[in-house]
């Protein structure tokens, strides 16, 4: 059975299926959980959570080929409705002096994504982090593929406007 026809099952009520879906899109959305909470402990307890909202949404599910893209926007939402709710929190202070440049580039763009809005985030989150494609962008999102591109694009100029102004990471 493919990817396609577990997500059919699972959008239809089968409960072994969806059991199946969350194993094929663990990691992903893991990976999405740590990247936001930078925590493994609050990641895996966003996974339960979002399983749970999944499980009870599930039917909701219009298309079945953008069951991942769903998941991971669920992920998202609770990862940025827990940083919001200021139930925790990120210690940018502590320096390791083994940082290299490498974990340098990777602070300022974190430090540039948080200076978008929300729903910037999840955009470039989707796009350049998952590998959405702008058709499955535009479809969960519910606007069309034109706007993507054009959010998009007004996005990464003000991100090379972030770095123009520190001077650093011109290639952005």
Same mark, same amino acid.
């Given at each position: =059975?493919?990817?396609?026809?577990?997500?059919?099952?699972? !959008?239809?009520?089968?409960? /072994?299926?969806? %059991?199946?879906? =969350?194993? &094929? #899109?663990? /990691?992903?959305? $893991? *990976?999405?959980?740590?990247?936001? $909470?930078?925590?493994?402990?609050?990641?895996?307890e966003?996974?339960?959570?979002?399983?749970?909202r999944? @499980?009870?949404?599930? #039917?909701?599910?219009?298309?079945?080929?953008?069951?991942k893209?769903?998941?991971? *926007?669920?992920m =998202?939402?609770?990862?940025?409705?827990?940083?919001?709710?200021?139930?925790? @929190?990120? =210690?940018?202070? +502590?320096?390791?002096?083994?940082?290299? +440049?490498?974990?340098? @580039?990777?602070?300022?763009?974190? /430090?540039?994504?948080?200076? %978008? +809005?929300?729903?910037?985030?999840?955009? &470039? @989150?989707l796009?350049?982090?998952?590998?959405?494609? !702008?058709? /499955? &962008?535009?479809? !969960?999102?519910? !606007?069309?593929?034109?706007?993507?591109?054009?959010?998009?694009?007004?996005?990464? *100029?003000?991100? *090379?406007?972030?770095?123009?102004? +520190?001077g650093?990471?011109?290639?952005?």
């Open positions: =059975m493919n990817e396609r026809e577990i997500s059919e099952k699972a !959008i239809g009520g089968d409960d /072994e299926a969806f %059991l199946s879906l =969350m194993q &094929i #899109h663990k /990691e992903a959305l $893991l *990976r999405t959980a740590i990247a936001f $909470l930078k925590n493994e402990q609050d990641s895996l966003a996974l339960q959570e979002v399983t749970y999944a @499980y009870k949404k599930i #039917h909701t599910v219009r298309e079945p080929a953008y069951v893209t769903w998941l991971i *926007r669920i =998202m939402n609770y990862c940025q409705d827990q940083l919001k709710r200021g139930k925790r @929190y990120v =210690m940018t202070d +502590k320096v390791d002096e083994t940082t290299g +440049k490498e974990d340098d @580039y990777r602070l300022e763009l974190a /430090e540039a994504l948080a200076t %978008l +809005k929300p729903d910037e985030q999840q955009l &470039i @989150y796009k350049y982090f998952q590998d959405v494609k !702008i058709k /499955e &962008i535009a479809e !969960i999102s519910s !606007i069309p593929e034109g706007t993507v591109k054009s959010r998009l694009h007004k996005i990464l *100029r003000s991100l *090379r406007a972030h770095f123009g102004d +520190k650093g990471m011109d290639h952005v």
